[in-house]
């Protein structure tokens, strides 16, 4: 075996991305093992130093990135992108929490596949949350803010009036709206490419929810490249996504790969309300916090928690 260089990448860990595809049993495994001269030459897939290395075109993406600070993809960024650009298009399945750089993947995937040219919806993305949709909305205009020519549109409650079309290229919407956006034909399937689904756990939750988004699927016109992506795959929220995530790349980490770098995550048990409160006023006198976000189940407990911090 004749030994290869192997560039230094910031993100480089020991253990591997593994992404299978179902159903035709193709296995794709990306390794990127640590750079010393034994291991350069094991498994070695694919080699992602900078977005310039799995984005191609338009450069306006990339631009948009670098202007947002992002040099090097994350893990899910580095494994996702690539086969959510090929041609034909496949479908992913893909197991991301907040925290590891989904949204910059999909974000890019839906960009990637609009044709400016034609002034119709082509990416439609459902996430659980009005505030989630306005979020989404934000960041895709980040980061195609070099791409003047498209535009992005909002689909929940107070942003499309009844009977108002929407035109926007990529539109970001929650599932109820969305189903009745499609229902009502204010929203024309007709030119969708891509369709991205954003905490299937969180949509599953609710039955009704996951109901709206699989009766939304089904206007769509197929085959439609789908992307799902979900903080935890329990058996049910697999079965749910192989339901129209047809012959999909499953793609999962492990647990210590979860988050971009700089970012950790914690979890506290608490062992009712007052004690989470407790611990949220013990935390924010421990820690030197400038500016944070608390996000919460109920629109009630905004009010409460304001004392706290
Ligand atoms: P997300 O998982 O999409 O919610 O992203 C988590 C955080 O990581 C966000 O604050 C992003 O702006 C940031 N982020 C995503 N991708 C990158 C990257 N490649 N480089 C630096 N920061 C990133």
Request: hydrophobic share 40%.
């Amino acid at each position: 075996m004749s030994s290869c260089r192997v560039p230094q990448a910031s993100w480089w860990t020991s253990s591997p991305v593994v992404s299978r595809r179902i159903c035709n049993s193709t296995i794709l495994i990306c390794a990127y093992p640590r750079p010393s001269p034994r291991s350069a030459c094991l498994l070695l897939v694919r080699i992602v130093r900078g977005f310039s290395d799995i984005v191609r075109s338009p450069k306006a993406i990339i631009d948009g990135l670098f202007l947002m600070n992002y040099h090097v993809p994350s893990k899910i960024q580095a494994t996702v992108i690539p086969i959510v650009l090929r041609d034909p298009p496949e479908n992913v399945i893909c197991q991301s929490q907040t925290g590891t750089g989904k949204t910059a993947a999909y974000t890019i995937a839906m960009l990637q596949r609009v044709n400016t040219d034609l002034m119709a919806p082509q990416a439609l993305c459902i996430v659980p949350t009005r505030e989630l949709a306005r979020q989404v909305v934000g960041y895709v205009n980040t980061v195609a803010r070099f791409m003047t020519e498209i535009i992005t549109e909002l689909c929940i409650p107070s942003a499309v009036p009844r009977g108002t079309k929407i035109v926007g290229h990529i539109v970001v919407g929650t599932p109820g709206t969305v189903m009745s956006a499609l229902r009502y034909k204010m929203l024309d399937p007709t030119h969708l490419k891509i369709f991205v689904v954003d905490e299937a756990d969180n949509i599953l939750e609710s039955q009704g929810v996951a109901d709206q988004t699989t009766r939304s699927w089904r206007f769509l016109p197929k085959p439609i490249q789908t992307l799902m992506f979900s903080a935890t795959w329990s058996p049910e929220v697999l079965n749910y996504a192989k339901s129209f995530c047809t012959n999909p790349n499953i793609i999962t980490l492990e647990r210590h790969e979860l988050t971009m770098k700089g970012i950790r995550q914690i979890y506290m048990d608490c062992k009712d309300e007052e004690d989470k409160y407790r611990v949220l006023v013990m935390l924010y006198h421990v820690m030197t916090v400038a500016s944070s976000i608390i996000f919460v189940k109920v629109t009630s407990r905004p009010i409460d928690l304001r004392t706290c911090c």
